[in-house]
């Protein structure tokens, strides 16, 4: 028998890898006559550094996010899909997109860009993808390749 995912939850960062799985995930949503949820994360913790903290920036940034998912959805829905929506959440991305928004939602496929971080920026700060695939409790896809399945990313020296 074949794996019939429902609700199928792709990460939205601006990366490029990101954009790999995007593109990926609406693929594999129609095949799957499932639902696509965009999420985007933006990080609160960046806020916290700013010494003149300013809820203006706050509301510059989700509006920029809006515009951003919205281009996202009109993508979507012209590849032929149907069910599209977005989110937009606030906090820790890795919590966000590993355990809380999943859960909450009730994803069964989380399609995740890797990472585009190199090995010295992985190991001060971590990986948002290695903690969605070591946390999340529903299946999690990483893509490394362009949808003719070629490798999309350069090999790391």
Known sequence: MLQQYHRIQVAIDGSSESELAFKKAVAVSKRNNAELLLVHVIDTRAFQNV??????????VSETSKKTMEEYVKTAQENGLEKVSYFIEYGS??????????NR????????????????ERLL?????????????????????????????????
């Open 105 to 120: 939602e009730h994803v069964d496929l989380i399609m995740i860009g890797a990472t585009g971080l190199n090995a010295v």
């Open 93 to 102: 991305p890795k919590t966000i997109l590993g355990r809380e928004f999943p």
């Open 125 to 157: 700060l971590g990986s948002v993808t290695e903690f969605v695939t070591r946390n999340a409790a529903c299946d999690v896809l990483v893509v490394r390749t362009d949808l003719d399945n070629k490798p999309a990313l350069k090999a790391e020296k």
């Open 51 to 60: 010494s003149s903290f300013d809820s203006a920036m706050v509301e510059e």
